[in-house]
């Protein structure tokens, strides 16, 4: 009998933590929202686009953890594409926010991406613009204004590392072949309320 316990304990072990493999796995590799983003560059947009150069813009929840991971592929990217690419990371501040509230060490790390210019996005009104849902969503327009490439540059939630979204991005600009045209996006939602990182100071507070 004891010898049955045992196995008997060492198996519901064993299935408890398959299933929370599983679901951290399937939590992983769950996408975000995809972006509804317009064709052409948003003449509405107060970011700045130079004619005949390849201008990227990444939207960001500045205190997403996921979003880490797809600053340091940034980082890669600008690495492997010298120059060719104007990058803004636009950083969500929700109203009734202060503005340090946005800089943390994510908007830090990003700033110091040589080629990266870092833009606090006030009531995420830019993230609206560009119809952008999730953290990390990086789009791509061309020297005309077109959008050619639209998704995330990581390959699962906080995963660092070679990636398709990145891959496609370095093809077009270092080449001009387009390898595809859009990736899955992973990270947090950049306009959940219920989200704790989401609620102002005063409301965690009262918690």
Not at 95 to 110: C, P, V
Not at 120 to 140: H, I, M, N, P, Y
């Amino acid at each position: 009998m004891r010898r049955l316990l045992i196995i008997s304990l060492l198996l519901m072990w064993l299935a408890v933590t398959a299933c929370g493999m599983v679901f951290i796995w399937s939590y992983s590799h769950k996408p975000g929202v995809a972006a509804a983003s317009p064709r052409r560059w948003p003449s509405d947009t107060t970011v700045p686009h130079a004619a005949g150069h390849y201008t990227m813009v990444m939207l960001a929840h500045p205190k997403c953890p996921c979003t880490q991971a797809s600053v340091e592929e940034l980082s890669r990217l600008m690495t492997h594409t010298q120059g060719r690419i104007d990058v803004y990371v636009l950083f969500a501040k929700p109203e009734g926010f202060s503005e340090s509230w946005s800089r943390t060490d994510l908007w830090n790390s990003a700033a110091v991406i040589p080629g990266v210019t870092v833009i606090l996005d006030r009531e995420a009104a830019e993230a609206r613009r560009f119809g952008a849902a999730t953290s990390g969503q990086v789009l791509l327009y061309d020297q005309a204004g077109s959008l050619v490439f639209q998704g995330g540059i990581t390959e699962s939630r906080g995963h660092a590392g070679d990636n398709a979204g990145r891959a496609a991005i370095e093809t077009l600009v270092n080449h001009g072949v387009p390898d595809r045209d859009r990736t899955p996006v992973f990270g947090c939602p950049l306009f959940d309320p219920d989200l704790e990182c989401r609620k102002p100071e005063h409301a965690r507070a009262s918690n």
